[in-house]
């Protein structure tokens, strides 16, 4: 993925700047560049203290900032992360033993048959916050429990930073329905540069927000990039809170995943609604990947900017 000191240096210029807004419980809550930067710290501290490094990782998380910073950790710690969802996991056998599981909610145990049997030997996270009970024990923990855990032990290994190193893991893997995907740094290097002018262009006082709940190598270059051109963003974890909370946050681009965008016109087309009413009415911009080029012929779609990247 992306060089941790990378990201750390694209935070610091950020400084105080807004960058990142999120709904949080019923609230809107906004993020700094210095806010990202010391939450990396956090979940880095915590991993280094312990010692949750070079570990294999199953991922099943939808596209965030939480799970970038968290993934981000992780893989700059020697860490092979395997990619995939709770779908892919049904179709797809690895052939690998895991040592942590990262998942968005605790709900999704039981959901999956193949995480709850993981759940019984392996440790877990979750990107959500949850109420812990006697069930949940102690092998599944919350980020924002990391982050509060990482927060009290980053003094003391700040102490000791000369004596850790990190080493960026140099393959991933994802799962799709055809099957296993190899990606290397260099691969993600090469969306990164293919998607940097347009990124670059869009507007700074413009807002942003994505609808990415594919687990692509496209998926985890999204957050880094509106980091490093300093534009400012918002992930959505679904088509029902994306459309409750689009005309509230009147994003001017939206970065979507091919099926999401394929589900939106369904809507519409369902509902005889217009998709900026679905998308908020300020859209403009509509940033894709690996989307069906027949679909361009579509009357809805052409009255948007439409940019669809390839692998």
């Known amino acids: 993925m992306i060089n941790i000191q990378e990201i750390k240096e694209t935070l610091k210029r950020g400084g105080s700047k807004l960058v990142y807004q999120s709904l949080d419980g019923l609230n ?6 210095n806010d990202i930067n010391s939450n990396l710290d956090y979940i880095t501290s915590y991993l280094r203290t312990n010692n949750i490094k070079s570990k294999k990782i199953l991922c099943c998380t939808k596209n965030c900032l939480d799970s970038f910073l968290l993934e981000s950790a992780l893989s700059n710690l020697d860490s092979k992360i395997f990619f995939a969802s709770t779908l892919t996991l049904q179709t797809i056998e690895f052939n690998e033993e895991f040592d942590l599981i990262i998942i968005d909610h605790i709900d999704e145990i039981n959901m999956s048959p193949v995480l709850k049997k ?3 030997s392996k440790e877990f996270i979750t990107i959500q916050n949850f109420k812990k009970t006697k069930e949940t024990g102690d092998k599944i923990k919350s980020l924002q429990n990391i982050l509060k ?42 969306q990164l540069d293919k998607i940097r002018n347009i990124f670059g262009s869009i507007n700074v006082h413009d807002f942003s927000t994505s609808l990415y709940t594919e687990q692509d190598p496209f998926s985890k270059v999204l957050n880094f ?16 809170s994306f459309i409750k909370n689009s005309n509230e946050l009147m994003p001017k681009n939206i970065i979507i995943d091919a099926k999401n965008l394929v589900s939106m016109l369904n809507i519409s087309d369902d509902n005889d609604k217009k998709l900026n009413e679905l998308l908020g009415s300020k859209v403009e911009r509509i940033i894709t990947y690996e989307f ?20």
């Open 28 to 33: 809107w809550k906004q993020l700094t560049f």
């Open 118 to 120: 993981l759940s019984l």
């Open 149 to 190: 855990i990482g927060l009290l032990n980053k003094r003391d290994l700040d102490k000791k930073k000369n004596e850790f190193e990190f080493k960026l893991s140099q393959t991933y893997k994802f799962a799709s329905l055809e099957g296993l995907v190899d990606c290397t740094i260099t691969d993600f290097a090469n």
């Open 225 to 240: 990039i509106f980091l490093l051109e300093g534009r400012k963003f918002s992930n959505n974890s679904s088509i029902d």
């Open 292 to 311: 069906d080029s027949d679909l361009y012929q579509n009357k809805i779609l052409q009255k948007f900017n439409l940019i669809n990247y390839k692998r």
